[in-house]
């Protein structure tokens, strides 16, 4: 493993008791500069695992609580008439920051929703006649609770298709919960300090770049989206009743991107089936539409995926 990423790893786990793949999922969409959803009940440390990255890296961080009172203006900011000066000014809003957490992101309203989207994709944020660049690095990771369902608002596909990973964040086992209680109650945490700067990130997202994908692995992956959209001619046939729309190609381009950043923490220099088996789940979840038949006999995306892996032969 890359000796930079270990040292930002350590300094994570000073706070954080297990949940490792929640750890590296946020390196992956660090490197890449992709953007993270995470699926988890309340009190499973999504706030504290970001918080942790933010000071091992010295870079900024800002949370937003997502309500149905939210406007537009309180994610990117507004225009404030200054009565000294008979003009406008800019106050810009907590988008303006590295790390984003966009927490409960479905209790608010599609027009704040759709405030993330131009930010998300272009990097730039529109308030008024004004068109401001966000500071690199800039990851936006939002967070949503599948328990209540009231007062929530259900994320439109071509937002959901903006995050490159939707990731499952589950309970911890005893023993980490265990150890979790002792280090409260105990108050033994320790203090993160700054490992790392944005230049170093700049020299992952540049090592990226040299992470071989042989061809064979390419047209692995490419199999795997495309079993998604036509699964009768990649022999998973069964799985066709149970699918609306397969994923885009925003997944087949966050797959290979993925891959690539899952091999680099691993200390690889190319890409296995094994980089690819790791991040598939996670970055097509978010993107295969299941049918009413689907979720009246239980069947998930997740099922979807582990069938297509199974019939898609690694090379």
């Known amino acids: 493993m890359n000796s930079k990423i270990v040292e930002i790893r350590q300094e994570i786990k000073k706070i954080m008791v297990g949940q490792d793949h929640l750890i590296d999922s946020l390196l992956v969409g660090l490197i890449t500069g992709g953007h993270i959803l995470v699926e988890g009940v309340p009190g499973l440390a999504k706030t504290t695992a970001i918080n942790a990255l933010a000071k091992a890296l010295g870079i900024d961080f800002k949370r937003i609580q997502f309500t149905p009172d939210l406007l537009p203006s309180d994610v990117t900011g507004t225009e404030i008439y200054n009565q000294k000066t008979a003009e406008f000014a800019i106050k810009r809003g907590p988008i303006f920051t590295n790390l984003l957490l966009a927490d409960e992101i479905n209790r608010a309203p599609a027009k704040v929703q759709s405030a993330l989207l131009e930010v998300m994709q272009e990097k730039q944020v ?8 966000v500071d690199a690095p800039f990851l936006v990771l939002a967070t949503e609770n599948p328990v209540e369902q009231e007062g929530a608002y259900r994320l439109p596909e071509a937002q959901l298709d903006r995050f490159m990973l939707k990731v499952l964040v589950d309970y911890n086992t005893i023993d980490e919960e265990m150890e979790i209680v002792d280090r409260v109650a105990n ?4 203090t993160i300090v700054q490992v790392a700067d944005k230049e170093d990130i700049e020299k992952f997202q540049s090592a990226l770049q040299s992470i071989h994908i042989d061809e064979a692995v390419k047209k692995y992956m490419l199999k795997i989206v495309f079993a998604t959209r036509d699964p009768e001619a990649y022999g998973v046939g ?20 993925a891959s690539r950043a899952m091999a680099l923490i ?4 190319y890409v296995t089936p094994l980089d690819v088996a790791e991040v598939v789940k996670d970055v097509l979840r978010h993107r295969i539409i299941l049918n009413y038949k689907a979720e009246a006999q239980g069947i998930s995306t997740d099922t979807i995926i582990q069938k297509v892996m199974q019939n898609i032969k690694a090379p």
């Open 126 to 133: 529109t308030i008024a006649d004004n068109t401001f660049k």
């Open 187 to 190: 108050n033994t945490f320790e």
């Open 238 to 257: 069964e799985i066709a009743q149970y699918i609306e729309f397969g994923a885009s190609p925003r997944g087949s381009i966050d797959l290979y991107r």
């Open 266 to 269: 691993r200390g690889k220099e």
